[in-house]
């Protein structure tokens, strides 16, 4: 069976900071991967999804980037952190044209 | 473009049943429906894809009408369990250009009470 892990589970960065978030998939190939970020109350915003290692679109213009470096792994970075920052990270897979599934996220919190 | 959800809260008493709508102004390929709880992350519940038939499970299913670009999530016999924020998720397409991405309603949140 498909398994998706993210960490760390909280981080509490002070602004200005760099960032580094890990998402790995196991249990099937060549997946799409997505990275969400969620504000407190909101819904999900769409930040970066990948096809493919070193293939990734960007949906909203920010201080954040996305890399692909093998095929099951995926990680969101930031060189300086902001305020507006923070947030509940959630990172998703799928098949093409089939449901995503989410891992458990990360709660970033920007002081 | 987002799709619009309604109602944006629902309360019930357990027993009760409800209806969630998911509108799109654009032609849709498939909707999906995902519930979260509180400080986790959301769950899948199930996916409706053009020209397909509606789903359904236990006593949560779904309808998919292609003519007004809506889905309905119908909660039936409500369970403390489904208490939660429901969201549609809308793709335009399975891949081409937009790679079976979704965007996501504002979420409805459901309340349900012994």
């Known amino acids: 069976s498909q398994t998706i892990h993210q960490w760390p589970a909280t981080l509490v960065q002070p602004v200005g900071s760099p960032l580094s978030l890990e998402c790995t998939v196991e249990?099937?190939?060549?997946?799409?991967l997505y990275w969400y970020r969620q504000a407190a109350g909101r819904g999900l915003q769409l930040l970066f999804y990948?096809?493919?290692?070193?293939?990734i679109s960007s949906e909203v213009p920010q201080n954040l980037s996305a890399s692909r470096p093998q095929d099951r792994q995926f990680i969101l970075s930031s060189k300086k952190l902001l305020l507006s920052d923070s947030g509940f990270y959630l990172c998703a897979w799928s098949q093409v044209g089939y449901e995503q599934y989410f891992g458990p996220g990360t709660r970033l919190t920007v002081t | 473009q987002q799709p619009v959800q309604s109602p944006q809260a629902v309360i019930l008493r357990e027993g009760e049943d409800a209806v969630i709508n998911c509108s799109s102004s654009?032609?849709?390929?498939?909707v999906h429906w995902y519930r979260q709880k509180h400080g986790e992350a959301p769950v899948f519940l199930m996916i409706?894809?053009?020209?397909?038939e509606q789903k359904g499970h236990e006593k949560i299913s779904a309808s998919f009408n292609e003519k007004k670009q809506q889905s309905s999530l119908y909660l039936t016999a409500s369970q403390l369990s489904y208490s939660g924020t429901y969201f549609c998720g809308t793709a335009l397409n399975a891949g081409g250009t937009s790679y079976g991405k979704l965007t996501f309603g504002q979420g409805t949140i459901l309340t349900v009470h012994p």
């Open positions: 990948s096809i493919g290692i070193d293939q």
């Open positions: 654009k032609a849709l390929y498939s």
């Open positions: 409706l894809l053009k020209g397909g």
């Open positions: 249990g099937t190939s060549n997946p799409n």
